[in-house]
């Protein structure tokens, strides 16, 4: 158990939904990132949020964004969901400035039709 | 995209044997990592490695890292069907903790 929790764990939506997930960081912590990991591959990173800001991006298109709350629990929101949405997302949470041991949650894993 | 490439994509041995696994990438780096996921689920970080370090160990677990070769390998000694699952190695290009993940290797480890 990293102290990470995920919801909801799964869930389908249809092609042009919009889908919010939730993760809730390990104490202490005050930096979380989100990940996508399509089946059978690596995670790819989405954005990592610090002091309620995003502050690093990969390459992902607008569509995705992220909001991080005074408590450190954050959301990743997707609109216009594309087929190809469909993933287990990832959050992980981290201290700013100290490099090493991400925590990871169990994850959501969404299915868009 | 992927920075890293991981070899080999799946590895099947017996229990007892030694696990090899390597992690080629293509960009500078501050630290690379080694994590570990069962079917599915959440990662669970394993071993750390700074750029201006060549060898590491942690229990079973020894990391190698070569920045000339842009590589590094995860040896896991004496393996167990526990050991069941798959391994990425995880590049940090500047400490910030934004990580490029590699395809990862799938270890089978048979009782």
């Known amino acids: 158990e990293t102290g990470v929790t995920q919801s909801p764990t799964h869930l389908i939506k249809t092609r042009g939904q919009q889908v919010t997930l939730r993760c809730s960081s390990q104490s202490g912590h005050n930096t979380v990132s989100w990940y996508q990991q399509a089946l059978g591959q690596g995670p790819q990173f989405i954005f990592q949020?610090?002091?309620?800001?995003?502050?690093g991006r990969g390459n992902f298109p607008p569509r995705f964004s992220g909001l991080q709350f005074p408590n450190y629990s954050s959301e990743l929101n997707v609109n216009a969901l594309e087929l190809d949405d469909s993933a287990l997302y990832l959050c992980?949470?981290?201290?700013?400035?100290?490099?090493?041991?991400?925590?990871f949650g169990e994850g959501s894993r969404l299915t868009v039709l | 995209s992927q920075q890293g490439e991981e070899d080999p994509q799946a590895l099947s041995i017996q229990e007892g044997e030694n696990a090899t696994m390597n992690c080629s990438y293509k960009t500078s780096i501050n630290n690379l990592q080694w994590y570990r996921q069962n079917s599915g689920r959440g990662l669970v970080h394993l071993i750390l490695?700074?750029?201006?370090?060549r060898e590491k160990h942690s229990g079973r677990l020894r990391v190698t890292l070569d920045t000339s070769k842009k590589s590094s390998s995860l040896l896991i000694t004496a393996s167990r069907a526990a050991d069941t699952a798959s391994y990425f190695c995880?590049?940090?290009?500047?400490?910030?903790?934004?990580?490029?993940f590699g395809g990862g290797t799938r270890l089978m480890v048979k009782p």
């Open positions: 949020y610090y002091r309620e800001e995003e502050n």
């Open positions: 995880a590049t940090d290009a500047d400490a910030g903790n934004m990580l490029t």
């Open positions: 490695i700074r750029s201006n370090e």
């Open positions: 992980a949470s981290s201290l700013v400035g100290v490099a090493g041991e991400l925590f």
